[in-house]
């Protein structure tokens, strides 16, 4: 099984903005969609953004658009999630997640496979 390790939280200040990585324990070859989500405690795991990595198509929940930004660094081998112009709202554990089959564009939790610990994001006013 293929272990996900999330990097790049941390405490910021409102409009900061933070990069997340995502890598991987292994070759995650045979799992081509790769994405983010985010959970408040109390409240449900909601989808941030997937990436198709065969071709690099990405998908953004509603509220991510155009303050994220999904891509992956092959010479890294990792997923990364940036994130500016961060709120409040923004704060929350993100966490790194991946899933066989070529259907990213689904941003419910219950699709994805492997998960990893998360990272912690507090944005502060």
């Known amino acids: 099984q293929v272990h996900l390790v999330e990097s790049g939280g941390g405490s910021v200040q409102v409009g900061g903005s933070l990069r997340l990585s995502c890598g991987a324990s292994e070759n995650t070859v045979t799992y081509k969609c790769m994405g983010w989500f985010r959970q408040v405690p109390g409240k449900e795991r909601e989808g941030v953004a997937a990436i198709w990595t065969g071709n690099s198509k990405t998908y953004y929940g509603d509220f991510a658009k155009g303050r994220i930004t999904i891509s992956q660094d092959n010479a890294k081998a990792t997923v990364d999630l940036q994130i500016t112009g961060l709120t409040v709202e923004d704060t929350a554990m993100y966490f790194c997640?991946?899933?066989?089959?070529?259907?990213?564009?689904?941003?419910?939790?219950?699709?994805?496979?492997?998960w990893g610990r998360g990272t912690q994001v507090t944005v502060s006013s």
């Open positions: 997640a991946a899933r066989g089959g070529s259907a990213c564009g689904s941003l419910n939790p219950a699709r994805w496979n492997v």
